[in-house]
């Protein structure tokens, strides 16, 4: 395998920059930082420049080149400097990953259509062929918390 990765994470954010990278012949792990000057507030939608900290979370993406590829990154904390905000500390948001979650938008809709395809044994065969590491307990548990809209058929007896 090829000692250089192209930059996978070129797409996600201008801001990111690869700070650590191992890569083996199976998996891919980066440590990234996001370097930005300034977040928006996510509750009153004011800007800050004001840093509080910076934390680290544990991301998953879709696999690169047939290896599992993961990353941490490294995100930042922000004092919201509007005095009449409730949120007094707040994390930056990024656009590819939803709060608290540990796995890239992308992969997401991925692992979505996979589960929703086939039964949950095979979808995790198909994952674990495609080097999506994920359980059959999981996919099961995230399409039974799949809410459809869906209205009783004009044709049904009991109403």
């Not at 409730?86 to 997401?108: H, M």
């Not at 979505?112 to 999506?132: D, G, R």
């Amino acid at each position: 395998m090829n000692n250089s990765v192209i930059n996978p994470i070129a797409y996600l954010d201008g801001n990111a920059q690869v700070i650590y990278k191992v890569q083996s012949e199976k998996e891919i792990f980066l440590i990234i930082k996001i370097d930005s000057q300034s977040a928006t507030c996510p509750s009153c939608h004011s800007g800050s420049s004001h840093r509080h900290s910076r934390y680290c979370r544990n991301v998953q993406d879709l696999p690169v080149s047939e290896c599992y590829f993961h990353f941490q990154i490294i995100v930042q904390k922000w004092f919201c400097d509007n005095p009449d905000c409730q949120k007094k500390v707040f994390t930056e948001r990024l656009s590819w990953l939803a709060p608290y979650q540990r796995k890239t938008a992308r992969l997401e809709r991925v692992i979505e259509k996979i589960a929703f395809s086939t039964n949950c044994l095979t979808a995790e065969k198909v994952c674990e062929s495609l080097h999506i590491r994920i359980s059959h307990d999981t996919l099961l548990r995230r399409v039974k918390n799949v809410s459809f809209n869906h209205q009783a058929s004009p044709f049904c007896r009991y109403r």
